[in-house]
């Protein structure tokens, strides 16, 4: 099993920044991809940016060119960088990892985007 720990997340304002890192300890072999996933009150987990083993990536497309997703593997770290943020950006966020055992997830970290 793998343990993931966020941090970064806060309160800011529209149009402010905050990066977001995981990091990634335990049985951390045969991992397959890494990803932030987000979940706003009365909807559904959806994901935000995943970035496999062999470095390809994907955004939802409501964060495209506004969110970075990059992964230090010597750390066992994988970040996300938001700018340009909404309120509607506004949820707690999930660091995740998928391995062929299957997904593991972090604690989340609350985002907020005021007004």
């Known amino acids: 099993q793998v343990q993931l720990v966020e941090s970064g997340g806060g309160l800011v304002q529209a149009g402010g920044s905050l990066r977001l890192s995981c990091a990634a300890s335990g049985n951390i072999f045969s991992i397959n991809a890494m990803g932030w996933y987000r979940q706003a009150p009365g909807k559904q987990r959806e994901l935000v940016a995943g970035?496999?083993?062999?470095?390809?990536?994907n955004y939802a497309d409501s964060v495209k060119g506004r969110f970075t997703i990059s992964r230090e593997r010597a750390k066992n770290m994988v970040y996300l960088q938001m700018n340009s943020l909404k309120p509607e950006d506004t949820a707690v966020y999930y660091c995740?990892?998928?391995?062929?055992?299957?997904?593991?997830w972090g604690q989340g970290t609350q985002v907020t985007v005021s007004s």
């Open positions: 995740a990892v998928d391995q062929p055992i299957g997904r593991s």
């Open positions: 970035i496999t083993i062999g470095g390809s990536i």
